[in-house]
């Protein structure tokens, strides 16, 4: 399997460059024509750049020592390996433009792909239960080199349009950091080992069209194909999921996005943007299955008691709108003021249904500066999240709770209500990114990214922390070293990460 989606991926971007150097082809054959007539000559350019990098990681996992036979210890090496990326750039005169980044990477480490399978007693229903019964088998280590298509794409341009078709990673939003809520088109891999935080952007299969007037830009943008999330599997399979389900590929499933953007004057920016798709992260739905309810305990109010034989997780994706909201106010040569956010609405916006996502609506606003002094970039950002309809979880502790249920599909939820980042009615957001530069020549960077989120009283905080040094041996040589700390939704990620990249 793994190697018939190489060969397929090979093949998309074979066929994605033979469809952009046949373009090119028909456009020098019609430029030939025009020198014929007299008119200036024009060049067609191509250039190969990219990278090679060793990559080390050490990591400690905590949820992996309580119970979890995959891993032996606190501490292990998830990823010694190597990255090549190659990136083929052209352009066709004044009127086309080729990108494509190809990556292949080499794990010594492998990759944990043998989730083992189990059956539920005589119910022929096959799941993965990853936290108490699955075993970790050496042997059964992939160690095969992937191909990843990050980028590759074609422009097209005319006189005040640009039409931009393949995958390609597409950004919105005026604000940088680890959350901005208005960057809502691509989905985000949270499985990233690297340092350089771009990396963490999923590419999407997309026809991009944008025009320009008066500084004024209007963006339509079609996906056909639905990329979620990438979601670490120890921990998806932690909470005893069964299986994700992703929508099918029809024309239907496509994904739709408008915004407006542009400058009112010399110190006022602001974007508009809508999005209908499915949410990158998935929702829950849980199948209890069993005999009908006991008889009712007997009291004042019988009340039914449902004891299921059979508990089934699923995850699946569900349609929502999101409108966002930019603004960027000049204050200053070097300073300006920032505003982001979203309105993430699903089909269950009045909050009936406890096993879905509620509603929401998140901003962030703050300060932001290129140059404070002595080569300082920071940005830093305060907001809240706020849930539309709040449901309050159910008591896990209560055993009458766990007993009495009159809805059979109902179950407690705050476990789930956690993953969602929505046990409270609203929660404080902070999120910044400072940079620093040293030495002569600029070759000694600082870069951190910060993420805090708390509960309304403050009493519970989470954290994501990316600080990272670079130095910079020649104009093409250089190494990183990076830490990772998050602790987020009831996951746990602490990282040390190595980087050492010749880039030509």
Known sequence: MKLQRTAILVAVALLCSGLAYGQIEDLADKETGAQAGGEKEKDITFALHGYAQANVVVTRNDIGVKGNKWLNSKYEFPRIGSTLQLELEGNAYDVAHFFSAVQIEYNAAGEKTNFPTFYYPNAFIKYTYFTYDADFNRGEINKYPTINVRETYVDLYGKSVNFRVGQQIISWGEIEGVEAPSDVVIPWDFTTMSNYFEYSRIGVVAANLNFYFAK???????MPLFQPAKLPLESVFRRGVTSIKRPAFEARNGEYAARLSGALGNR??????????????????VKMVGPVPFPPIPGPIPIPVFIPTLVITEMYYNRVYIPTLDLGIQMGEVLSWKVSGNANITKDFRGKSDLMKNSTVTYLTGPESSNIFAKIYLGLYVGQQWVINYTKPSNDTNPIE???RIDQFKLPNSKMFKGYGQLYPYRWMLSGNIQRTFLEGDTLEFQARVALYADPKFKKVDYVIYPYFMFKFTNGVSTAVGFVFAKRQGDDRNMIISETRYSF
């Open 216 to 222: 004024q830009q209007l963006q339509l943008i079609w």
């Open 402 to 404: 766990l007993l009495t």
């Open 268 to 285: 006022f920016r602001y974007g508009l943007g809508f999005l209908y798709c499915y949410d990158d992260l998935p929702d829950a739905r």
